[in-house]
């Protein structure tokens, strides 16, 4: 039996995304493809996928409406959904993460559970309704799934010396060589954008995505600002179509051999055309993001992960 998409008369994007679907001429068809894919409920698959994940990837604002994407992590199934609206999370910020200054009941989430070793990759937005001791709850507002491009595939498996490892925060105004050092091995990042409604009553959200390109692809033009290409993807437009709306960004970079974590926050800018984007091989569009502030946490992640199968779509792609 099919799965129901979406069901509500308005379209399930806003109007930052729906801006650039119609300036770009493909409004008409992804509004069909959304109205297809885009659930106000976990399928079934989803609920499983999301239940066998040790990590997941999540985006929030702090109180003064920056965003910030951060990282849960557990034994599989401390993500849980006692039914299909309804996303359970047994799992507390970890150490110097954003999130835990950002986390209470009311405030709006987005989710990327991710799986890098299979590339499979799906998405809730929703809204926390709960605190508990050990973790959270959260009403799904929309679910959907992402392609695989650009994702590296990686293994990982816990750490089982972590809870002994010093680890130490450094707050960031500006990117120092060890937060260039990460970022310029990177080939994965994630980024949190949100939609802030203008209107009472209207919908808001907060999203957080996937980013992936060859080691070199996000570019440090200098200590606070990186330019990072944009490939084509699946022309929904949801962090691009907040942007529009609300430039603010945060960025969430993960150093895959010691488990240091980058989290960053500022704005955003989109260039859309001219000789800096032909530039870069494969690159439709260029995002530059400005930084505000940052922390460096070292030794946060007790994951460990083998090295990346890049990914096949990477070939045709150059670096900045």
Known sequence: MAIPGWTRTESPFHPGELAIQTRLGVHERIDQQGRRGIREFLPDQHRQFFAQLPYVIVGTLDATGNPWASILVGNPGFLSTPDDRTLQVAALPLFGDPLAMNLTAGIDIGFLGIELSTRRRNRINGVVIEIHPHGFEVQVRQSFGNCPQYIQARRSEWNQENSTVAKSVHLLEQLAEAEQAIIAKADTFFIATAYLAESAGAASGVDVSHRGGKPGFVRIDDNRTL??????????????????????????????????????????????????????????????????????????????????????????????
């Open 227 to 320: 330019t990072i290409p944009d490939f084509s993807g699946n022309l929904q437009f949801n962090t691009f179509g907040n942007l529009e709306l609300n430039s603010h960004a945060g960025l969430l970079f993960i150093d895959f051999t010691d488990g240091s974590l980058l989290y960053l926050t500022g704005t955003a800018e989109v260039i859309w055309e001219g000789a800096e984007v032909l530039a870069f091989a494969g690159a439709e569009r260029l995002l530059r993001f400005h930084l505000k502030l940052g922390y460096r946490v070292e030794g946060s992640l007790p994951l460990r992960w083998s090295e990346p199968e890049f990914s096949p779509f990477l070939d045709r792609l150059g670096v900045l």
